[in-house]
């Protein structure tokens, strides 16, 4: 079943972990060609939102509909248009640059000749291809984990906190491919701490605290004073 | 899908283990260890204790699985690649059944070395019914395999893993144990007692199909944060 969306909403979306309330009632949407912008402070419950669009997580209530269906409805064929770069990697460091490619590519159903190439190109990381990845530094293993992520061309891009370790040139490369995603009408959302980084990249800001929504609206200059303004005085 | 997806698993894991060997010979170390542990301790003046042999190639099994169990998910646990496994559009049972079969061929490489080890050590005939021995050995493996791999699973995110999976793992696959003791023993008595071990497998075999059953039933609600 090909699955396709051009949209996605979150339905006052709880989720409790015991008597912890990681999420409290967050209601949002985000279309096709956005790069949201999920900011807030440490505990906030940015990567919960994150698992749970990536599906790895169920709300303890609410829904998330991706178009006009929910992850229950669409099932295994939802997550081929789902990519994920969280701050573990999710890369095997035994094996070479070019053998986790490949096995993600097969796992996703892709023909590993045809895609690998292009995603090591992309990364940078050609003439390193047959190198394990233990041995790369961890802007190498960003790049290659990014492309991992984006190797079957997902609608729903999700990224948390990407540019952790990076210096100026990668975060600069990143930056650069989440805009080329987002023009390529992929539903980019990025949770960060980093104000500078986000400010001028997201089109949509989205403020959470203690897992409630403070503010959704659009992108302006002085992403650091609103930030403050609501994060500080809420 | 499903058969296609378990294969890559298995194959994926099977590349890093050639790459590292860190399972497999802390796995292999661990067994031997324990075997010559039991026989420095009942083997006297090279006279093994009748019926021995049954329970300490079990408790080698069980041991070695164990850990072999832990190692195996700490691998996936680093850099977070299950959830990455996870978030892959395949049946989420199926990364199961890839993990399960890789578990199952480190323990039959385990089980290669122990039996002609315990065979010797302990002069126990165990190569006398060698297809009877192969279906005990396989039903039990089987069947502590398949519960091991789901609760290692379960468990890779928790913080105390190491005390937990045994503390979960032993009570539950007790009948499996004592299945795979008694058959064995049936098979070292003099004469062979064939019925007994017949009778055995098909415990195992019957017990195999239940925790295999639910194993896949419950990986993916249980894997689902």
Redesign the interface.
């Known amino acids: 079943m090909s699955v396709d969306f051009a949209s996605v909403q979150l339905i006052d979306v709880s989720r409790h972990f015991g008597r912890r309330r990681a999420l409290s009632r967050v209601s949002l949407s985000a279309a096709s060609g956005d790069i949201v912008g999920l900011l807030g402070p440490n505990g906030a419950g940015k990567s919960t939102l994150i698992t749970i669009l990536a599906t790895l997580a169920a709300p303890t209530s609410g829904e998330v509909r991706y178009g006009d269906q929910t992850a229950a409805r669409l099932g295994a064929a939802l997550r081929v248009r789902i990519g994920l770069l969280a701050h573990e990697l999710h890369l095997y460091p035994e094996l070479s640059a070019r053998q986790n490619l490949a096995f993600f590519a097969a796992l996703y159903g892709l023909d590993p000749r045809t895609t690998v190439d292009a995603a090591l190109e992309a990364a940078g990381l050609a003439d390193r291809a047959d190198d394990a990845v233990s041995g790369f530094s961890r802007g190498m293993r960003q790049r290659l984990a990014l492309e991992r992520a984006l190797l079957h061309q997902p609608r729903l891009v999700l990224f948390d906190e990407p540019f952790t370790g990076l210096d100026d040139r990668a975060v600069g490369i990143v930056s650069d491919r989440l805009r080329a995603l987002a023009a390529g009408g992929a539903i980019v959302v990025l949770a960060t701490h980093d104000l500078d980084l986000a400010d001028g990249l997201v089109t949509r800001v989205v403020l959470i605290r203690g897992g409630r929504l403070l503010s959704d609206e659009a992108a302006t200059s002085g992403l650091r004073a609103r930030y403050r303004a609501l994060i500080g005085a809420a | 899908?499903f058969l296609r997806?378990a294969w890559?698993v298995l194959r994926?894991d099977f590349?890093?283990e050639v790459?590292?060997l860190e399972v497999l010979t802390t796995t292999l170390f661990f067994a031997i260890s324990c075997v010559l542990i039991f026989a420095f301790a009942f083997v006297k003046n090279g006279q093994a204790p009748e019926d021995a042999a049954a329970g300490i190639l079990w408790i080698a099994i069980a041991f070695s699985g164990t850990l072999a169990l832990g190692r195996t998910f700490e691998?996936e646990r680093?850099?977070?690649?299950l959830?990455?496994?996870?978030?892959?559009?395949?049946?989420?049972p199926a990364l199961y059944v890839g993990k399960l079969l890789g578990m199952l061929t480190l323990l039959a490489v385990a089980e290669l070395l122990l039996v002609p080890l315990i065979a010797f050590l302990f002069q126990a005939a165990l190569f006398s019914r060698p297809l009877l021995l192969l279906g005990i050995l396989g039903g039990g493996t089987i069947g502590f395999a398949a519960v091991g791999t789901l609760f290692a699973a379960m468990l890779v995110r928790a913080r105390s893993r190491d005390v937990l999976l045994p503390i979960l793992l032993y009570p539950i696959t007790i009948p499996v144990i004592i299945g795979g003791v008694r058959g064995t023993a049936a098979l070292l008595a003099s004469p062979v007692d064939e019925p007994g071990a017949v009778m055995w497998i098909g415990i195992l075999t019957a017990f195999d199909v239940v925790f295999v059953t639910l194993s896949l039933w419950t990986f993916e609600p249980l894997m689902?944060?």
């Open positions: 899908m997806t890559l994926k590349a890093i790459k590292s691998r680093y850099g977070e690649t959830r990455a496994l996870l978030l892959a559009p395949a049946p989420r689902t944060e």
